[in-house]
């Protein structure tokens, strides 16, 4: 597990233990303390897995919240896009009702 998800972003070891470090429900709970920790309106966080023969795309989450709830969403990683992705995700959340 990356060092700065462990130092950086406060995540509980034991949601970590039990969906690991490239899951929705650690790109959520990152979103969230970045969100509490920067005292922002909204969190944004990026999680992911690099490529592999098996997986040529590799995997990343977005995750995003607000303090009323939070979002994950599954992406194909391709370095080059994935803060496109991310700012899209964060659009997607912004204009969606509630």
């Known amino acids: 597990m990356p060092l700065l998800t ?3 972003f406060g995540i509980d070891s034991s949601l970590i233990s039990r969906y690991g470090a490239v899951s929705p429900e650690a790109a959520r709970a990152m979103a969230e303390v970045a969100r509490k920790s920067l ?3 909204i ?8 490529e592999t023969k098996e997986r040529p795309m590799g995997i990343t989450y977005v995750g995003i ?4 709830g939070s979002s994950a969403s599954v992406r194909p990683r391709r370095r080059q896009n994935i803060v ?13 009702p509630g």
């Open 6 to 8: 462990k130092v950086a």
């Open 43 to 50: 969190g944004i966080s990026i999680t992911g897995a690099v």
């Open 65 to 68: 919240a607000d303090g009323k």
């Open 84 to 96: 496109s992705a991310a700012l899209f995700e964060l659009r997607k959340f912004l204009i969606s």
């Open 39 to 41: 005292k922002a309106e």
